[in-house]
């Protein structure tokens, strides 16, 4: 196990613990608060031949931009370290963000969201590394749960922001990016530079353990695909089948986030006792059967107990991978292992309306909750099936459980 050198954890102060966690919100803020407006930007370009891809390519494209850039990330974050990425990506976030106030077509609102996805990348790669950098042990997993959570409530907050500023204009959620700025002259003036100086010099000590981070980056890419059905299509299934309005449909759809938060908030609790495999069987069953109970609501106020059954699932991901990542490499090449992490993540969520757009065009926005719920369920049982099994073998030989 590679050897981490951090602070205790009461010498990281309030200010530095605040400027990752709101880093960290950025993210999903990124496309929480647009996701209301999708339907009237899809209206405003109707004659558009694609408008109907393109327009939930808005919320997905900084994802491909951000599958490409963070590996680089990773390495620019080892290589120079994190202060000077998190600040220049925030600004370049608000700058990147703010183009869709202004932009008038989908093509140069594509290029915009592109830039927005490099932003990100630093943004997500150096606040995490940070994470692993300052913390150990259980504070570490405390902390990365409570940085699930808070990027659970940027979606409960910017969600019913963006709603109701779609009412205004389909351009009002935009101006929203701006708020990276405060962030970025906060983490100037309070962050400092972890000291990795003895982390640099065991670089070439310890391997890389690319088969284990491989297979966690392959499980969280297909959860990621499958979180982003709900990021990308719920405010099509809560207009076309609920006929609910921007509103509505904003504040609904985060009792997700509020549940997601909930699981983060007491991620610790269960972390530490409970293998990995088993942690992702429970996300895979909780968001499958989430899907297929809001499928088959009758009513938006029916769709409620699926949206925090899926909640419940999708916050216990995000921290179980970073956490055994985390535990996985040296402090050396920590930065890198979160960008192949954060690039595996992004890459589900580009991909995720590529692949159920044609479910969606074919069947249906409702069928294609169904059709992914299905297969979550199925996937969540094997690997579920698999963990016990692999218990029982352990426990017969007399071996200690390992993740």
Not at 164 to 174: D, I, K, R, V, Y
Not at 192 to 216: G, H, M
Not at 336 to 361: C, D, E, M, N, W
């Amino acid at each position: 196990m590679p050897t981490d050198e951090v602070l205790e954890t009461s010498d990281v102060p309030v200010p530095v613990r605040a400027i990752i966690l709101l880093s960290s919100m950025m993210t999903v803020m990124a496309g929480a608060i647009v996701a209301p407006a999708l339907p009237e930007i899809q209206k405003h370009f109707a004659d558009h031949a694609s408008s109907q891809l393109l327009t939930r390519l808005i919320i997905t494209t900084p994802a491909l931009a951000i599958a490409i850039i963070a590996p680089l990330s990773g390495f620019l974050v080892d290589l120079f370290g994190r202060k000077r990425l998190l600040i220049s990506s925030l600004i370049l976030y608000a700058i990147a963000g703010t183009s869709g106030v202004w932009l008038e077509s989908l093509e140069t609102i594509l290029v915009g969201r592109l830039v927005l996805g490099v932003a990100i990348a630093g943004v997500m790669t150096s606040a995490t590394t940070l994470v692993g950098d300052l913390f150990a042990g259980e504070p570490r997993s405390k902390f990365l749960g409570l940085q699930s959570a808070f990027m659970s409530i940027s979606g409960v907050l910017f969600l019913p922001l963006g709603g109701a500023l779609t009412e205004l204009s389909w351009h009002g959620p935009f101006i929203i990016y701006v708020l990276s700025i405060p962030i970025a002259v906060l983490a100037w003036l309070k962050l400092r530079e972890p000291n990795r100086e003895n982390s640099i010099n065991t670089k070439s000590q310890e391997p890389f353990p690319i088969v284990s981070v491989a297979l966690i980056c392959l499980t969280i890419h297909v959860l990621s695909i499958a979180l982003y059905v709900y990021v990308v299509q719920w405010s099509f299934l809560a207009r076309e089948v609920f006929k609910a309005s921007s509103f509505q449909l904003s504040w609904v759809g985060a009792l997700m986030m509020v549940a997601s938060a909930g699981v983060g908030l007491t991620f610790s609790k269960f972390a530490a006792p409970a293998r990995l495999w088993v942690i992702y069987a429970i996300s895979f069953l909780l968001m499958g059967v989430g899907y297929v109970m809001i499928a088959l609501a009758p009513t938006l106020w029916l769709a409620i107990p699926g949206l925090i059954v899926a909640g419940l699932g999708s916050g216990l991901f995000m921290p179980n991978s970073s956490l055994e990542v985390m535990a996985r490499v040296s402090p050396a090449t920590r930065g890198r292992a979160i960008g192949l992490l954060t690039a595996s993540i992004f890459a589900g969520h580009f991909l995720s309306p590529l692949v159920t757009q044609p479910i969606v065009k074919s069947q249906g926005v409702a069928a294609a909750f169904v059709w992914w719920g299905v297969a979550l369920t199925i996937v969540g049982t094997l690997i579920a099936l698999a963990a016990l099994i692999d218990r029982h073998a352990r426990v017969s030989s007399g071996r200690l459980l390992q993740p």
